[in-house]
């Protein structure tokens, strides 16, 4: 065989997967099915912030004329809007119309002139804005062709714009999510637009907050752009120039893609070595007409980088429209859509294990509260019945002081005023006490001795009672005890002369009214002094007590503060699902179009092996071994290829 043959033979086996995909595509296209097209068409998404610049590059890339039809259809597209106000009301899906009519919709539908579509683009406006507009397809918008440029061009541009990512409307950005979910997995080339100014539109995670199909455009290199608009006015763009200028170093479009490249480097990622040309620096609007009136040295230069970056992009756009391009976009779609699902459950396994984390701290606090919360209950208890236990003792000190004074009997012999008569005794029972002072003294020594003894029991029994340590009761100062000790110690003589005098009676008896008073006095005296030492003792427990329930209360209160935190995590966590559940809907309905096209795509390999076949067959039965052997070396290939773009276990 010879090597034309084997070249023919191998540039077939991706003809039936560009051919299946072109299929696949088409039957995508709203107007795929609707009209013939006389040359191929690629479908392009611009997304980015309001007022970038989108509706001016939007019309360049149709293919707009400059001049009279540029403005005439910039200022239908406003819909009655001034200039500074966003124009795209909702997702606008543009393209070229049959004739020189304004269509929306079909391709097909019923023409309309300027005014009428300046008009149902401002009702379409006023219905987004207060909610009745639920569309979830973009509004196909079908320019007169007296506007384009180019009567025939070799490639026919459809542009999807979408309207800020920061639409201040709540129902515009709902209606932009849905839409932008549906079709943005569908487009050929999608370029992602923002100012030179504000480059952090384009970080890959606020990107994906927005809109989670953006989030891996770096992961993209055949798909996503960056148009970075207002490059060339950028004061730190002058700067760079006149630095690299200075320096003998070129400053074409290739350096100020590495320039806007370095600063993409800043968002702490891996960027890919292909980024800077995925960067396409464009001046539009009226900087651009600002920057011509100054007619300047850096003007003359920025038309050269203008005219090579439209150029680029252009030719970028043309590119995607080849069939190889598409298929390898189709393989890329499907790459983007698992990565996504995968990159979106490793989020999750993230945030459930910080989540389970943050619980589990939560916990121990809760349990820890809960053991601080028992272990000053349990102080407070204790502190809680010792002062009841003193409340107790108040209640019985003045008996039991009455009972110890009474247990505390007078001496053991009685006075006898004299001797043969009957006798006077303090205390019945008792031994009578003879007629001498030393027997006086040493009766008021036995009484006094009883009574201090008393004093020390009370002291015994209130410490024993309450556990509070005291200074010993003691017998108080009675005067007239005092008085009878230092009568009884003036006497010059020991013996009373009973039979002469009463002195013994009268000395008996005021050391028995002594007796009686000294018993009055401890009753009166020796109360108030426990009911001080108690009350000096409560402060302590009362102050304890008073701090256990404070700490009790304390750590109750830290027990609800994180019970009603894990309560609120448990609820955050309900949501991060939810959240989860929405952003991981549309990558499940992706993956269901990555399925359907896998199936598509292997009932084409199918019909492509039994088309193979038979030639087999057929190179067999003509006896051209050589033939038939490339055939099934073709097959094989075309496995590969199906491998490669359809289940990427190639």
């Given amino acids: 065989m010879s090597t034309s043959v084997w070249q023919a033979l191998h540039a077939e086996t991706r003809e039936w997967a560009v051919r299946a995909n072109e299929e696949w595509i088409a039957d995508l296209s709203p107007d795929g099915r609707a009209l013939p097209q006389r040359s191929p068409e690629t479908m392009v998404v611009l997304f980015g912030p309001t007022q970038v610049g989108k509706t001016t590059l939007l019309l360049t890339l149709l293919g707009i004329a400059e001049g009279a ?53 401002a009702i379409i406006r006023e219905q987004v804005e207060n909610g ?115 320096a003998g170093r070129p400053c074409d479009l290739a350096a100020l893609q590495g320039l806007f490249a370095q600063e993409f480097a800043r968002f702490e990622m891996t960027m890919p070595a ?22 300047d040295d850096h003007y003359r230069w920025a038309v050269q980088v203008q005219a090579a970056a439209r150029q680029s992009l252009t030719d970028d756009i043309r590119r995607s429209c080849g069939g190889e391009r598409r298929l390898r976009i189709s393989q890329e779609v499907r790459e983007q859509a698992y990565w996504r699902r995968d990159d979106l459950w490793r989020q999750w396994r993230g ?31 204790r502190y809680d019945a010792r002062l009841r236990r003193l409340d107790g003792v108040e209640a019985l000190i003045a008996g039991t002081v009455r009972r110890f004074v009474r247990d505390a009997s007078v001496a053991a012999q009685s006075v006898s005023p004299a001797a043969g008569q009957s006798q006077q005794q303090l205390l019945k029972g008792r031994k009578p006490v003879p007629a001498t002072v030393s027997a006086l003294q040493e009766w008021l020594a036995d009484d ?66 002594a007796a009686d008073a000294q018993r009055k006095l401890l009753m009166e005296q020796v109360p108030g002094f426990l009911l001080a030492q108690l009350q ?26 994180q019970e009603a935190a894990l309560a609120a995590l448990r609820k955050e966590r309900r949501a991060a699902w939810e959240l989860h559940g929405s952003r991981l809907k549309p990558i499940r309905q992706d993956l269901a179009r990555v399925a359907r096209f896998e199936a598509h795509m292997s009932h084409a390999l199918a019909g492509e092996a039994r088309r193979v076949a038979a030639l087999v067959d057929a190179a067999v039965c003509d006896k051209q071994p050589a033939m038939a052997l490339a055939r099934l070396c073709q097959l094989r290939l075309s496995r590969t290829i199906h491998q490669t773009y359809c289940t990427g276990t190639a």
């Avoid at 009519?101 to 300046?118: C, Y």
């Avoid at 001046?283 to 007409?289: K, Q």
Wanted: proline share 5%; hydrophobic share 40%.
């Fill in 69 to 121: 039809a540029f403005d005439a259809v910039q200022h239908v597209l406003r819909g009655g809007r001034r200039q500074g106000q966003s124009s795209t009301a909702t997702p606008m899906r543009y393209a070229r119309s049959v004739d020189d009519r304004w269509r929306m919709h079909r391709a097909d539908a019923p023409g309309l002139t300027a005014e009428q579509m300046a008009e149902e683009l």
């Fill in 132 to 246: 009745s507009w639920q569309a979830t397809d973009p509004v196909s918008l079908y320019i007169p062709a007296c506007h384009f440029a180019d009567s025939d061009p070799p490639v026919r541009v459809a542009i999807l714009d979408l309207p800020g990512i920061a639409a201040a409307n709540e129902a515009e950005r709902a209606l932009v999510t849905r839409i932008a979910q549906r079709h943005v997995p569908a487009a050929s080339l999608i370029l992602l637009i923002g100012a030179g100014s504000h480059l952090g539109v384009f970080e890959p995670e606020k990107l994906g907050q927005e809109l989670e199909e953006l989030r891996g455009w770096i992961r993209s290199p055949i798909r996503y752009r960056l148009v970075v608009t207002y490059a060339c006015s950028q004061d730190s763009v002058r700067r760079w120039r006149d630095k690299e200028a200075s």
């Fill in 274 to 295: 292909d980024l800077p040309g995925r960067i396409y620096p464009l001046e539009l609007g009226n900087s651009w007409a600002g920057m011509a009136q100054a007619d």
């Fill in 351 to 381: 945030t459930r294990a910080a989540f389970r984390t943050s619980a589990q701290d939560r916990a121990a606090a809760i349990a820890k509260a809960q053991a601080d919360s028992a272990r000053w209950q349990r102080r407070f208890e």
């Fill in 448 to 513: 006094q001795a009883r009574l201090t003894a008393a004093c020390d029991r009370i002291t015994e029994w209130f410490t024993g009672e309450t556990g509070v340590t005291i200074t010993p009761v003691e017998l108080p100062a009675c005067a007239q005890v005092r008085q009878v000790r230092t009568l009884l110690k003036d006497y010059g003589m020991d013996a009373y002369w009973t039979w002469v005098t009463s002195q013994f009676e009268a000395d008996s008896n005021a050391l028995a009214h």
């Fill in 536 to 561: 000096a003792g409560r402060q302590l427990p009362q102050a304890r007590r008073r701090i256990a329930r404070q700490q009790r209360d304390l750590s109750e209160a830290r027990i609800e503060q």
